[in-house]
């Protein structure tokens, strides 16, 4: 295996890396995760009667919130022109899947904003639901979050000329 160069590193300790030479690329990152609940939880999320409020729509506002912030989370991490941010649900039996796409328009990646996206709009649904998940001691024994992974990354050249 070729060893890499760490980017961050310097002799007198980290840095950010430039990429101000780097060209002006289009870029577009899916990222997706899912949080285990009960069946019963899944029931009142749909009727709407989780009594914090709309968890989906919740979930999405933070979701998107957490894109636009991920910069300020992740050291290291540059900020980034966010040209748009989709946030999805798909409800399915004992969990609720998450996915976020996220579109821009420059010189670094987006695959951090999508999976910051999921995380923080999982967690959400996880906050927003918390009471009626714990059992009698207080615990979480069905809830749980996981298999969070960037499912697509695209860079598409632009022609600036």
């Known amino acids: 295996m070729e060893e890499k160069e760490f980017t961050h590193l310097t002799?007198?300790?980290?840095?950010?890396?430039?990429?101000?030479?780097k060209p002006v690329i289009k870029r577009t990152a899916l990222a997706r995760g899912k949080i285990n609940l009960q069946e019963a939880t899944i029931n009142l999320i749909e009727k709407g009667e989780i009594k914090k409020g709309n968890v989906l729509t919740t979930a999405q506002i933070a979701a998107i919130q957490a894109v636009k912030s991920t910069s300020?989370?992740?050291?290291?991490?540059?900020?980034?022109?966010?040209g748009g941010v989709e946030v999805e649900f798909k409800v399915n039996h004992g969990y609720i899947e998450v996915t976020v796409e996220v579109k821009s328009t420059g010189k670094?990646?987006?695959?951090?904003?999508?999976?910051t996206g999921v995380s923080v709009g999982l967690l959400t649904i996880w906050d927003m639901v918390k009471s009626v998940e714990k059992d009698e001691k207080g615990q979480y024994p069905s809830t749980s979050i996981s298999d969070i992974e960037v499912l697509k990354k695209e860079k598409i050249e632009l022609n600036l000329d």
Do not use: D, R
């Open 72 to 82: 300020q989370l992740i050291p290291l991490c540059h900020p980034i022109p966010i």
């Open 11 to 21: 002799p007198s300790g980290v840095h950010m890396v430039e990429v101000g030479n």
């Open 108 to 115: 670094t990646g987006v695959e951090m904003e999508a999976i």
